[in-house]
């Protein structure tokens, strides 16, 4: 019988699994799993316990936001390579943003039975100077908004939280004039918003067409968006984002590299999967190639 750890977030979502933990416990069982399950008590606690806990068993499924999945994986990337279990996800947040690379079942019983007994794929891991992220590196407009909305405003209103508290920010639009160095080239301008990542979502809405992205490619994605000097320029940014047609004339930059400098004359503040990462003038981002395995159901990449 295989060992499981099942790291939850009793607060995600409503408390979404605090309701479905008997069915998911039975399912993990039926998988063929002895499971140890571990409520996290506060910010960190995920990581501390995949860091403290992980080595000790075939496999570890987590449940909550991308930021329970964010800190597990953090924690796992402690340890030596060898010593990281492969890990399971059963998205319980407000986005779940990268839960959708993964093509995982509707059901949270579903979820569990593929956590405990699918196959593991390696995932490319961000590092954005000292720190990991899962899916993505964000700066600029909306990027605060993650860890600036109450919990309670994103459980009651789920995307349209980010949305609301986004417009309510759009008369004062900040650039950040900025240097990109990257595997192609470099790219120079004032910049409203930037991410790099690997996803094919953010927001549930933002991204590089699926097609284009690859989980264990050794690659990020880049999109930049140039701030707009006119409403016909914001037209113009709007459409491509909508479109996920991007190009210099656009306003909105789309490319794939390994590696990443940005430098900047003032701090950047940065979200690390929708948590705050930190401010840099100069700062490296890269893939740090497959270090960690990742149950999924059956996706094309």
Known sequence: MKKLLFIYNPHAGRGRVRGKL???????????????VYPTQAPGDAARCARELGPGFDRIA????????????????????????????L???????????????????????????????????????????????????FTDVAYNTPQQFKNAFGHLAYVLKGVSELGSLKGYPLRVEHDGGVLEGDYLFG?????????????????????DDGLLELILVEKPRSVVQMNAVIRA?????????????????????????????????????????????????????????????
């Open 91 to 141: 998205p319980a947040g407000t986005t779940n943003d990268f839960a959708r690379n993964l093509n995982l079942p509707k059901g949270m019983e579903e979820m569990a039975a593929l956590a405990a007994a699918g196959e593991p794929r390696p995932v490319d891991i961000g590092r954005l100077g000292e720190n990991y992220f899962i899916y993505v590196a964000a700066f600029g407009l």
């Open 22 to 36: 008997a069915d998911i416990l039975n399912a993990f069982t039926r998988a063929g799993s002895l499971v140890t």
């Open 62 to 89: 987590c449940s909550g936001g991308d930021g329970t999945l964010h800190e597990v994986v953090s924690g796992l990337m402690e340890l030596p390579q060898g010593s990281r279990s492969p890990v399971g996800y």
């Open 195 to 215: 991410m790099v990542s690997n996803t094919v979502s953010v927001g549930g809405i933002l991204g590089l067409p699926s097609d284009d992205v690859v989980l």
């Open 241 to 301: 984002l909508a479109k996920q047609e991007y190009d210099k004339d656009s306003g909105v930059v789309g490319l794939h590299s390994s590696h990443f400098r940005i430098t900047c004359d003032e701090a950047v503040p940065f979200t690390l999967d929708g948590e705050f990462g930190g401010e840099y003038d100069n700062v490296e981002i890269g893939a740090v190639n497959t270090p960690v395995a990742i149950v999924c159901g059956e996706v094309k990449n």
